[in-house]
């Protein structure tokens, strides 16, 4: 990468940057900085997965994944029972919205410059998880089952068989076989319920880096998230479309552009090999985004000043990104521990320095010996 | 104003937060405020508690300790925890023997220098008249732990 | 009484009221005949206004300031 296009990027993304934070000024003006929700940006989502969890046990227990009974049983869920069709509406809202706060989500990291280095785990597991969602909520439109699902079920063996080679093979893993019979829905069944529990062991490993990730964002946004969610589900009810015909399916779908952006770039008359470049093409960009820019320490890390070093394990404690690991010690010094940094993990932020009370760690960029001797001269100069 | 003494308040800032960009002079004094001297560091949570101490003993007549917005830190939690080291909730503590009223800490993000300057002017103002009551006594009262 | 401990038990209280009545809901469903059906679209849209209103005054009422200053932060946490 040369160096002007560094720059110009980094230009780019430090305007992105103040942008992001005169929306979180005019927030703060209302929601004051307790309640910020871009404050909670990485808890917002997970708000969505619960509310997606706990309606979709509901409609699991009332789903028919035969060919004969998926759309009855749906028919079932949205006509006769009390609530039923309000369950459905609130699976597919949060579904929108678990997509949309994971979108603002990865903007925030990426525009404030949260998302490279030290962070690079995060960020490539983040990649992996708003891919997996997105095919989480592909399948859940092709459980459906209505005669919309039959054409979704369609374009999407059709798009897959487009790959020369291996598409195909593809195509017949999504619906379980070369045609579309009973296994097709136990086959969808499988895919939507096995890829959001994969999110689980992903959010683990998203989380792995950070200390203390923030997980819940405070009840009050939560109830107004539900309260949002409830007011979707109020103005546009969901309800169910024509019964399914292997032979007929519907004309045309119905796009939801966060689960059905190839889908619709087909259906507006795009080429297959389009809409594989721009599905395949946004989560590559969005990997290689962290090399654009040049690092900022190289090389440089939090130090620790053996000597001093009491074992307390205080820094231990507030390092933000498990960078510090407390080892046994064996030189004749009267403890027992010591801290230890991993160079790879630490952000040179200086948490562990102001958590330290024997100035046993410091980090290059800004010496504590440097910010005492400071403000010595502040003082001294200031005399009149 | 009457003739007023220039008084030493030293504020030490985070280099994400508050954007002091041609605002200050050679000395790292304020134009617009010359009774601060910023000093800048990589996060308000790399702020010791030692060295508001060391600046107080050190004849400074006020300290402001600035970081991003509660919730903002670039590095996810140093104005937490520089906020509970004030407040005496956190290891290291801020001594009690610290006289409260010569602390301010901000938080602000990097567009809002003007808050800063008005505020600190105000801390300012207040310095220039303010007279410590009869030796503090460490007051030990029990920090109230919010449940959180 | 502190006015975090009133978010908490209030928005308790509503979820656990929504949380009642979708339980009643589940509990009655099978044994309702179709003339007493009801999807609660509407109802969801009342519930989800109050819920928004009751979620944004509880905001208007509980800030945090951007100044610590003389240790007698009432608004903090
Ligand atoms: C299923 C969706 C996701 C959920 C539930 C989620 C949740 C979270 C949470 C709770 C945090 C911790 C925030 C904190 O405590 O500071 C976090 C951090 C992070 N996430 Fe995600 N995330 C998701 C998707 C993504 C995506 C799509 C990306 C970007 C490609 C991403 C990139 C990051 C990065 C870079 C961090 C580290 C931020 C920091 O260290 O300040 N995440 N995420
Ligand atoms: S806080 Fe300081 S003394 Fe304590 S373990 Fe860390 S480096 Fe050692
Ligand atoms: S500077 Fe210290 S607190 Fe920050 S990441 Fe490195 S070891 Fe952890």
Redesign the pocket.
């Known amino acids: 990468m040369s160096q002007a296009t560094t720059n110009v990027y980094a230009g780019i993304i430090a305007q992105f940057q103040r942008l992001t934070l005169f929306i979180e000024r005019i927030l703060n003006s209302t929601f004051s900085q307790k309640y910020n929700p871009f404050y909670y940006h990485g808890a917002l989502p997970n708000f969505f997965l619960w509310v997606l969890f706990i309606s979709g046990l509901l409609l699991f227990a009332y789903y028919n994944p035969t060919l004969e009974g998926a759309y009855p049983s749906l028919e079932y869920m949205t006509k006769q029972i009390p609530s039923g069709a309000l369950f459905r509406a609130l699976h597919r809202y949060a579904a929108d919205g678990m997509m949309i706060f994971v979108l603002l989500h990865f903007f925030r990291v990426w525009f404030t410059d949260r998302y490279r280095e030290y962070r690079i785990l995060p960020w490539i597991t983040g990649v992996i998880l708003i891919t997996v969602l997105y095919l989480a909520g592909l399948t859940g439109y092709m459980l459906i089952w209505d005669s919309e699902s039959v054409a979704l079920t369609y374009m999407t063996v059709n798009f897959l068989n487009s790959i020369p080679g291996i598409g195909s093979s593809l195509a017949s893993l999504l619906i379980g076989g070369d045609i579309v019979t009973d296994y097709t829905l136990t086959r969808y069944l499988f895919l939507h319920l096995g890829i959001p529990a994969s999110m689980l062991f992903l959010l683990w490993w998203h989380y792995l880096r950070i200390t203390r990730p923030v997980t819940n964002a405070p009840l009050v946004l939560n109830l107004m998230l539900f309260g949002g969610l409830l007011v979707a589900c109020g103005l546009w009810p969901v309800g169910i479309g024509e019964a399914p015909n292997l032979a007929t399916p519907s004309a045309s779908i119905e796009v939801d552009w966060l689960y059905m952006l190839p889908h619709g770039m087909l259906a507006n008359g795009a080429s297959p090999f389009l809409a594989w470049v721009v599905l395949l093409g946004i989560p590559v960009a969005m990997l290689l985004l962290p090399y654009l820019q040049k690092k900022q320490f190289r090389g440089q890390f939090a130090q620790?000043?053996n000597e001093?070093?009491?074992?307390?394990?205080?820094?231990?404690h507030d390092c933000p990104y498990e960078a510090?690991e407390?080892m046994d010690r064996d030189d004749d010094t009267r403890f027992k521990?010591?801290?230890v940094v991993d160079p790879g993990r630490c952000a040179n932020c200086g948490l562990?320095v102001g958590?330290?009370?024997?100035k046993?760690?410091e980090i290059p960029r800004m010496n504590t010996e440097r910010v005492f001797k400071e403000i010595q001269v502040a003082l001294g100069s200031a005399q009149s | 104003m009457n003739q007023r003494r220039k008084l030493k308040v030293v504020a030490l800032v985070c280099e994400r937060s508050v954007d002091f960009k041609d605002k200050l002079d050679n000395a790292h004094y304020m134009s617009e405020c010359p009774d601060v001297n910023v000093i800048q560091l990589p996060c308000s949570g790399q702020i010791q508690p030692a060295m508001i101490e060391a600046a107080l003993k050190g004849g400074a007549d006020g300290i402001i300790t600035t970081g991003c917005r509660i919730g903002d830190c670039h590095y996810r939690e140093g104005n937490k925890f520089l906020r509970a080291r004030i407040l005496g909730e956190r290891q290291p503590k801020l001594r009690a023997s610290v006289d409260r009223k010569r602390l301010q800490a901000y938080w602000l993000s990097a567009l809002e220098y003007h808050r800063f300057k008005e505020m600190a002017g105000e801390f300012v103002e207040f310095l220039s008249g303010y007279q410590p009551e009869t030796p503090q006594k460490p007051e030990k009262k029990a920090p109230s732990k919010a449940a959180e | 009484m502190p006015i975090n401990q009133l978010i908490r038990l209030s928005g308790a209280a509503l979820i656990s009221l929504f949380a009642l009545i979708a339980l009643y809901q589940m509990f009655t469903a099978e044994s309702r005949t179709a003339t007493e059906f009801t999807d609660y679209f509407q109802w969801a849209l009342y519930a989800g206004l109050i819920f928004l209103a009751v979620g944004a005054a509880l905001t208007l009422f509980d800030k945090d300031d951007d100044v610590l200053t003389d240790y007698k932060d009432e608004t903090r946490k």
Do not use: D, P
């Not at chain 1, 001093?308 to 231990?316: A, F, I, Q, R």
């Open positions: 620790v000043v001093n070093c009491t074992g307390c394990s205080l820094c231990y510090i407390m521990r010591i801290a562990c958590a330290c009370a024997f046993a760690i």
